[in-house]
């Protein structure tokens, strides 16, 4: 099966997407990484079946392999546990050619790229996500890093993984909240980047929700391949690369104002489903996008099962005050992804407060 090839100046990987892909990780990790040990940081969810299995997988091809399993939880995306990876991987003895191999969710797989970029100054990185959200986004693009108690991924790094190893059968365990979130991933990309990707969801949503197979491939092939291609217009987020943040704005304001005790409790897929609508609406009153993408954004977020209304969210003052700190303002402007049609957004800055505010009034 074709890969997805990810090519930047210095460095390029493939981004391999099959189902049962993991019981073949050893001969795979062999190609890109040095030999004998590797270290495998594997979410406590994933780490018995799926953990076994790569193990083994990994253990055909050669490596003795340390395996330490992390609770995911965003608590638990931090230093502390960074250290404790670090000293397991002393004691072990691992090198500079050893692998560091992350199975799990985005919690895991941007923990352990942090470890990766870090340990030795920098050893080699294979990511092998196991939610739809890793698989069609984070694993993808080499960011990584780890929260501080002042605030979400506030220390990282960019370090490209040398191959992602994705195998669609872990979806099998994955709740479907969980699998729904990552869908509002791939409504993003489609929104974003190509009219076609969302029609093909609109048409296969109950295959994809039934793990169809074929359609699973399919569906994480198609999202890779954009998600890969935005990051190789654009590595380090000078430009392009921004479109990745339609709904986010909106997104992490909500998730910010629940970090501080309100009750919503929204995932982070959740949060991003309210936020493309949020962004769309403010687009279509502003006469920048035909009323017809909103329309079918909100019918296809609907019928995967994500909130298109949040009765429940704070005060609109409260949540412009959390979108005027977040780290992609810049120069005191608040930045919008706003879609101008289907598959194709722009960067906007000029947008009043006023009609931010009826944004999120909109969504009451
Ligand atoms: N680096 C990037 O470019 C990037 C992009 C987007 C998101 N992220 C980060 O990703 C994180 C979110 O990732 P996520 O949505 O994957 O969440 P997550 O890692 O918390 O996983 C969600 C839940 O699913 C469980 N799980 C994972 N795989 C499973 C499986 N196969 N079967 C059963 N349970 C399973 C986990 O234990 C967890 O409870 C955030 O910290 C976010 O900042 C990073
Ligand atoms: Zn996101």
């Known amino acids: 099966m074709p890969s997805v090839e990810l090519k930047l100046p210095h460095h390029r990987y493939e981004i391999c997407v099959e189902p049962g892909l993991l019981g073949t990780l050893g001969e795979r990790v062999k190609q890109v990484a040095g030999h004998e040990r590797a270290m495998l940081i594997a979410d406590a969810a994933v780490a018995g079946t799926l953990g076994q299995k790569a193990i083994r997988a990994l253990e055909a091809g050669g490596y003795r392999v340390v395996m330490q399993a992390v609770e995911a939880g965003e608590e638990n995306k931090n230093l502390v546990v960074v250290s404790r990876l670090y000293q397991t991987m002393v004691e072990n003895r691992l090198e500079r050619k050893s692998p560091v191999i992350a199975l799990g969710g985005g919690i895991i797989g941007d923990m352990a790229g942090f470890v990766a970029a870090t340990y030795l100054r920098g050893v080699p990185f294979v990511q092998c996500p196991t939610t739809l959200l890793a698989m069609v986004d984070a694993s993808v693009g080499g960011k990584v890093g780890v929260n501080l108690p002042q605030g979400k991924n506030l220390v990282g790094a960019f370090h490209q993984p040398r191959l992602v190893a994705i195998?669609?059968?872990?979806?099998g365990t994955l709740p479907k909240r969980e699998l729904?979130?990552?869908?509002?991933?791939?409504?993003?990309h489609g929104v974003i980047r190509d009219a076609e990707l969302f029609a093909w969801i609109e048409k296969n949503l109950a295959a994809i929700l039934g793990l169809d197979k074929a359609a699973l491939v399919e569906l994480v092939r198609w999202n890779v391949a954009i998600k890969a291609a935005v990051v190789m217009a654009d590595e380090k987020e000078a430009g392009e690369r921004a479109h990745l943040n339609f709904g986010h704005t909106f997104a992490h304001a909500i998730e910010a104002a629940q970090e501080y005790g309100a009750p919503s409790g929204y995932h982070h897929g959740e949060a991003v489903a309210l936020g493309m609508v949020a962004a769309t609406?403010?687009?279509?009153?502003?006469?920048?996008?035909?009323?017809?993408v909103l329309k079918r954004l909100m019918g296809l977020l609907e019928r995967i099962g994500l909130p298109t209304r949040g009765e429940a969210l704070p005060e609109?003052?409260?949540?412009?005050?959390?979108?005027?700190?977040?780290k992609k303002v810049s120069g005191g402007k608040i930045r919008l992804v706003l879609p101008e049609r289907m598959g194709a957004v722009s960067v906007v800055s000029d947008v009043g407060l006023g009609a931010i505010a009826e944004a999120w009034e909109g969504l009451r």
């Open 281 to 292: 609406r403010l687009a279509v009153a502003a006469g920048r996008c035909p009323a017809e």
């Open 316 to 326: 609109t003052e409260e949540l412009i005050g959390y979108m005027q700190v977040d």
């Open 180 to 188: 729904r979130c990552g869908l509002a991933e791939c409504v993003k």
């Open 167 to 171: 195998d669609t059968e872990s979806l």
